[in-house]
């Protein structure tokens, strides 16, 4: 129980980089890294009580300032993608980074948060150990207006949950939208394609996207499509299917708007590895989730112990709010006012059956 903290390893300029993991009474563990507060490993046990990694990820400094896909990032300003990689926010037009297709922004890049060291501060909290990952975000970091600080914070709780909560206070308006870039495999991150565990999801609506996975603005029903995951089914079922928003993607890699109301806390998607008995309840107060089958993942993907991740080896539950929500004005308002507190939680419960 607890935490321990460890070196991970060095900085190009020297500083030091810490690995902190946190372990609850039942033997399950989940550790960080200060260098971007990457969620770095789940240790998480089976039916028969054998524990296994089942987050992929990186292992050295190199790989996280280096490696592809996002493994275990926290994604902020605003996760995922903003078309035309600009904004504007109370008259003004913002510019961002053109990182996706040459026209677009994704996930706040090329100056990612993943690339800076966190100040961190532990504490016991009534639910467990937690872990706070803190920064300060200048004006015009990013592109984005408006000095924030920011926290990310987990709690790993008694009852085998990762509860993430992500905090910010800005001394001006503007916009914000955190994930977790986890990519999940409840047979270990180092046991091959993922896509023959079955997902559950609470969301009767996608959002259609254009050739570059700018949403159009237009909700989809999922009933009749190979979309609908209201009834589990293995991943593998439909993603090769004829079907134009699949063939857009590779795969799944979308935004479903979930049904609960606004702002509360539900369960919202649920994953099953039946072989292992594994079983992720994700929960969330945010409106929606871009759940993404690693389908850019390339063999060359060198990660945790020298495994070589390949296409579908995970996916993703990014809960979020819907991309590029701040140009279009039916999808929930990603604006968050000066002085106030942008306040999300999600959290990923482990459990066997």
């Excluded at 609908?228 to 299917?241: N, W």
């Amino acid at each position: 129980m607890g935490y321990t903290k460890t070196e991970f390893g060095t900085m190009e300029d020297g500083k030091t980089v810490y690995r902190y993991t946190l372990t609850n009474e039942n033997g399950v563990s989940a550790s960080f890294t200060d260098l971007g507060g990457v969620w770095l490993t789940m240790m998480v046990p089976d039916r028969d009580g054998n524990l296994a990694d089942v987050v992929l990820g990186y292992d050295t400094v190199d790989m996280l300032l280096h490696g592809s896909g996002h493994m275990g990032e926290p994604v902020g300003r605003y996760a995922n993608r903003i078309g035309g990689a600009s904004f504007t926010l109370n008259g003004r037009t913002y510019q961002l980074e053109k990182n996706s297709a040459g026209v677009n922004n994704l996930h706040s890049g090329p100056n990612y948060y993943r690339d800076r060291v966190w100040d961190v501060e532990v504490e016991e909290s009534e639910l467990g150990t937690a872990i706070h990952f803190s920064l300060f975000s200048p004006d015009k970091d990013q592109g984005y207006p408006g000095n924030a600080n920011v926290t990310v914070s987990y709690t790993l709780t008694a009852d085998n949950s990762l509860k993430l909560d992500y905090h910010m206070v800005c001394d001006a308006d503007t916009i914000a939208n955190f994930t977790n870039h986890a990519y999940f495999n409840l047979a270990g991150h180092d046991s091959g394609c993922a896509m023959g565990q079955k997902v559950w999801m609470d969301a009767d609506y996608f959002t259609a996207t254009d050739q570059n996975s700018i949403p159009t603005g237009e909700l989809v029903p999922v009933k009749g499509t190979p979309m609908d995951f209201t009834v589990m089914k293995p991943i593998s079922q439909d993603i090769d299917a004829d079907y134009e928003p699949l063939k857009q993607g590779g795969g799944y890699d979308h935004n479903w708007c979930f049904n609960h109301k606004a702002g509360e806390m539900s369960l919202c998607a649920k994953a099953v590895d039946e072989a292992s008995g594994r079983v992720m309840e994700v929960y969330t107060d945010l409106p929606g989730v871009q759940m993404y089958t690693g389908n850019n993942l390339k063999s060359s993907c060198v990660g945790k112990g020298g495994v070589h991740y390949s296409v579908r080896d995970g996916y993703c539950f990014e809960t979020q709010n819907y991309p590029d929500a701040v140009n279009k004005e039916n999808f929930p308002s990603p604006v968050v006012k000066a002085g106030e507190e942008y306040k999300t939680t999600t959290v990923y419960k482990f459990s066997v059956e």
